[in-house]
């Protein structure tokens, strides 16, 4: 199993650059989030889908897009990168179950520095 | 809106040590779940345990073991006879239990852990 697949692993961006970050998983999970990671700041929610064509803002969406196409898929769009964005990127899935929640399943993450 | 607060940023233990992690949390439901995460040096978030709010029996995993506490709002980790491999950062995550919020984690600010040999 794959399990959920972020690419790339590392990418440098020039201030006002776009670009995505790309996130798949292959276990039908309904959930798909995407956090960032900075130092001494745990990990903070950036948007969130319970469902393929349903999206959500989490605690700091300023800066970024999503969408969800399919259940497989939730790329994140950078669409004028700032310095301010760099940082250690992951996204995670999830099922959503009605008794409990399922653990998230987190990608490897993606470094990305804004220079 | 929910806190999660992990007073403490770094640990330095020697080998065979035991180590306690605290987390305290802020939550206005009366259901919602918490959960521990191990982010080791090579960087990757790996699930250790879920607690709902409704179960607050104490469990012991191996050398891991949690006490949860409701009435402090605390969910507190301990590693027995530490070793060097569990040295990571541990994170402390709470969430709502509605279906519509798909699994929406607020996460402490991590806890370091340096196990020496």
């Known amino acids: 199993n794959a399990g959920v697949t972020q690419t790339p692993k590392f990418q440098v961006l020039k201030t006002g650059q776009s670009m995505t970050l790309q996130c798949a998983q292959d276990m039908n999970h309904e959930y798909m989030s995407w956090y960032r990671q900075d130092p001494g700041m745990g990990l903070r929610l950036i948007h969130y889908s319970v469902g393929a064509g349903i999206t959500d803002q989490g605690e700091v969406p300023n800066g970024y897009n999503v969408s969800r196409s399919t259940t497989e898929d939730f790329p994140l769009r950078l669409l004028s990168a700032a310095p301010s964005q760099t940082s250690v990127y992951f996204c995670?899935?999830?099922?959503?179950?009605?008794?409990?929640?399922?653990?998230?399943?987190f990608g490897n993450g993606t470094r990305l520095t804004v220079t | 809106a929910q806190k999660v607060t992990q007073a403490q940023t770094e640990i330095s233990v020697v080998e065979k040590e035991d180590v306690t992690l605290d987390c305290v949390y802020e939550?206005?439901?009366?259901?919602?779940?918490l959960f521990w995460y191990k982010q080791p040096p090579s960087g990757e978030l790996v699930f250790l345990i879920r607690r709902n709010s409704f179960d607050e029996q104490n469990e012991i995993s191996g050398r891991y073991s949690w006490n949860f506490q409701k009435s402090t709002s605390s969910f507190n980790f301990t590693i027995t006879a530490s070793q060097v491999v569990d040295s990571a950062v541990y994170f402390c995550a709470l969430s709502e239990a509605i279906k519509a919020a798909g699994n929406k984690l607020t996460f402490g600010g991590g806890t370091r852990v340096l196990v020496k040999p």
């Open positions: 939550t206005r439901d009366t259901t919602y779940y």
């Open positions: 995670a899935s999830s099922y959503i179950q009605s008794s409990y929640n399922s653990p998230l399943h």
